[in-house]
């Protein structure tokens, strides 16, 4: 197991007075008539538009409803959120655990650059799926009694609760180095780093637990799953295809922001984006392979060949060939051959 990691650089010197700390960690060195200025670009008009309608949305749920705003009823309870919010939110949000424990339990220092940015975009999503749920829950100022009053241990949602809530804690912690370094406050980063280990180590417990539970959920609802997707294997499937979409976000991630900020890059610490990547590619490629025989495993137990020729069978074939085998085999060419197009 490799040594305590150092999940910061050098901290810098903090700023000498409240305007300039203001001016140089909150307004990005700018004055706050350019701090605004610069907000003002075509890009944030998306997220802007998301707010204008999703703040009145809120409102009207938190007024009238869960069932009035989203049609869902007792009969029907579950909507596109599961999907869109708890299932794929957490998925994609699988990259923090995944480098953390690639380079700190398993001792491949050369993804070490890829760790912040992972670990910031787990953060990132498991706070706003902490967020969406508390709309999606029909009481969420109630969120407090999984957590302390009712011990559910039989319950696949406890289970759920318990792990998503102390992951965002951990993932929280985990980025406190990079915070304490923004803040220049030197020894509160390095008791920080002193835990990262330990820290580390109990986040991929946790998330072992609740990506794998996630799927749990799904084989009580064997009456509304066709018989196609439904297996007694899905809590695996969703732990490993949670591997697959961290690796794949890192790669998209990291690809996107060496584009914006390549200028910004230590010369006297050049990182290896292209040997990463096809890294990254290469594990992937096997993740990828492993996943798409153990759901061909499942098919063949589930013994259901009848159901091919069908409707959804075809809609099975494309998700097995489409969406699991041909990602495989690209990821896999490209990091035989380095082709980084190919990867991406």
Not at 22 to 38: E, Q
Not at 69 to 96: E, K, M, Y
Not at 271 to 284: C, E, F, N, S
Not at 315 to 326: D, I, N, P, R, Y
Request: overall charge positive; aromatic content about 14%; charged content about 10%.
């Amino acid at each position: 197991m490799a040594n305590t990691p150092d999940l910061a650089g050098t901290a810098l010197p903090a700023p000498t007075t409240t305007a300039a700390w203001v001016r140089d960690k909150i307004l990005m060195g700018y004055t706050l008539p350019a701090y605004v200025k610069s907000l003002l670009q075509p890009i944030n008009a998306i997220p802007a538009a998301i707010l204008a309608v999703g703040i009145p949305v809120l409102i009207y749920r938190f007024r009238f409803g869960l069932g009035a705003a989203t049609n869902l009823s007792q009969t029907s309870p579950w909507g596109l959120w599961i999907g869109l919010d708890v299932v794929s939110g957490v998925a994609l949000a699988a990259g923090g655990y995944t480098m953390a424990a690639t380079v700190y339990l398993f001792g491949l220092k050369k993804y070490q650059p890829m760790v912040r940015p992972a670990v910031l975009t787990g953060f990132l999503g498991y706070l706003f799926v902490v967020i969406g749920l508390l709309a999606d829950l029909g009481s969420p100022w109630r969120l407090p009694v999984p957590v302390f009053l009712s011990f559910g241990t039989i319950s696949v949602m406890f289970e759920v609760a318990w792990c998503v809530c102390l992951y965002s804690l951990v993932l929280a912690f985990e980025f406190l180095p990079p915070v304490f370094e923004w803040l220049g406050w030197s020894k509160a980063r390095e008791f920080s780093i002193r835990f990262a280990l330990p820290a580390i180590i109990l986040g991929v417990v946790l998330s072992t637990l609740h990506q794998s539970s996630l799927g749990a959920l799904f084989l009580m609802a064997k009456d509304k799953i066709h018989p196609l997707w439904y297996s007694p294997y899905i809590p695996i499937y969703f732990f490993i295809s949670s591997i697959i979409a961290g690796l794949s976000m890192v790669i998209v991630e990291s690809t996107l922001s060496h584009r914006a900020f390549h200028d910004q890059l230590d010369p006297d610490a050049p990182v290896d984006l292209d040997g990463i990547t096809t890294g990254l590619a290469r594990g992937a490629a096997i993740v990828l392979f492993s996943y798409f025989f153990l759901k061909l495993q499942g098919f063949i137990d589930g013994w259901r060949w009848d159901l091919l020729p069908t409707k959804y069978g075809a809609w099975f074939l494309v998700e097995m060939l489409g969406f699991v085998l041909a990602p495989a085999l690209l990821f896999a060419g490209g990091a035989r051959r380095g082709n980084l197009a190919l990867i991406r």
